[in-house]
């Protein structure tokens, strides 16, 4: 396997030629890095020094610190991986996730966590592109199923109730995104994440054949936390609170990158009219001021189910207006329906200017006929 190696000057020159011989590589270059303390003029590696990996089928660190910090390490395992490269040290190895084909028009959501806002730029992204064309979403998570679920219309309350009590989680991505957003959805499960974003282990593959059975004009892929769609799409879109460490690499794979809070921000709207007195539930820190109803009570603990249940026995309300994530249905939800209160969606609305061209421009249009 051809071979670039990562360098420093502070190895004698003579240690990295004997290094590059015992390594079983067919060494075609070395990147010197920095570092002066060892070397005596120009250092003869045996081998060019060069700049990019070029036609090197793998990275090897032979640096260390003070050159090379963890930190370092990390940004330059990004930039090999975004090229496709593995990048191996002594006692680490990076691979680059791998990307099954796909024939048709799509985008990818990724995100680089939980909570960052990636679902409702999906719902967003989708409901975008529904405006003048077929949209499939496929959306994997950890709750998903063990079979790809395709979800044809949206579900309502009472739907999502009895999946809950069968023990299904209710609230899951694609139940989510079909229920507010209203375009198919192929529900997926994963397994476990590496460093880089690739799943474990998903079922995506076999969501994304489903999914271009239907024969859409674009299939929108929803990411799971950090994991990553094993899909090649024809475009990214990053949801990142920041880009350290191998955050870098998803930003070099993606064709835009968005930071909550600096690009875009969510505002909570209601599906249906909001009645009486109205407690809020939601994940994350969307405002509620905006709301034209009567707020009794705002909660940002969906996903802490032990403190969720005592703020509800606490709580007197005529609407609870709920995102649909976590213990959305079978805590909250069931907590209403037994009282006798109205239960309302809510959903994440993408307040960004400029964002709607930034997305149509990443998907080619539709040629008609």
Do not use: Q
């Not at 071979?3 to 990295?16: Q, R, S």
């Not at 050159?67 to 991986?81: H, Q």
């Not at 691979?95 to 939980?114: M, R």
């Amino acid at each position: 396997m051809r071979a670039v190696a990562i360098i420093d000057g502070e190895h004698y020159p003579e240690v990295v030629r004997e290094a590059l011989g015992e390594l079983p590589y067919e060494f075609v270059g070395v990147i010197l890095l920095g570092g002066a303390e060892k070397l005596r003029g120009v250092p003869d590696y045996g081998v060019p020094i060069v700049e990019e990996p070029g036609e090197a089928e793998i990275v090897v660190d032979l640096s260390d610190e003070p050159v090379l910090t963890p930190e370092l390490r990390l940004a330059l395992a990004s930039r090999f991986l975004a090229l496709g490269l593995p990048y191996v040290g002594a006692d680490f190895r990076f691979d680059p996730p791998t990307f099954h084909p796909f024939e048709l028009p799509s985008i990818a959501v990724i995100g680089t966590g939980k909570r960052v806002g990636k679902t409702a730029v999906t719902g967003h992204v989708a409901r975008l592109l529904s405006r003048d064309r077929s949209v499939v979403v496929v959306s994997m998570g950890r709750g998903g199923p063990s079979e790809p679920e395709l979800i044809a219309t949206p579900p309502r309350l009472d739907d999502l109730v009895v999946l809950s009590r069968s023990g299904r989680h209710a609230a899951s991505d694609h139940f989510e995104t079909a229920a507010l957003v209203g375009v198919p959805t192929v529900g997926c499960r994963r397994a476990g994440g590496g460093m880089a974003g690739a799943p474990f282990a998903s079922n995506v593959l076999e969501g994304a054949r489903l999914a271009a059975s239907l024969n859409p004009d674009v299939v929108v892929f929803d990411g799971s936390g950090a994991a990553i769609p094993p899909i090649a799409t024809s475009a990214r879109i990053l949801v990142a609170h920041d880009l350290t460490g191998l955050n870098a690499y998803r930003a070099l794979i993606s064709d835009l990158v968005l930071k909550p809070g600096e690009d875009f921000s969510l505002r909570l709207r209601a599906t249906e009219p909001l009645e009486g007195r109205v407690a809020v539930f939601t994940t994350g820190p969307a405002p509620t001021e905006h709301l034209d109803a009567d707020i009794v009570h705002v909660s940002r603990n969906l996903a802490r189910r032990d403190v969720l249940r005592e703020e509800l026995a606490r709580i007197d309300a005529d609407t609870y207006l709920i995102e649909l994530k976590a213990a959305a249905i079978d805590v909250v939800a069931e907590h209403a329906l037994a009282r006798g209160a109205r239960v309302v969606f809510a959903d994440n609305e993408v307040v960004a200017p400029g964002l709607d061209e930034a997305i149509l421009a990443l998907v080619p249009e539709v040629v008609t006929a």
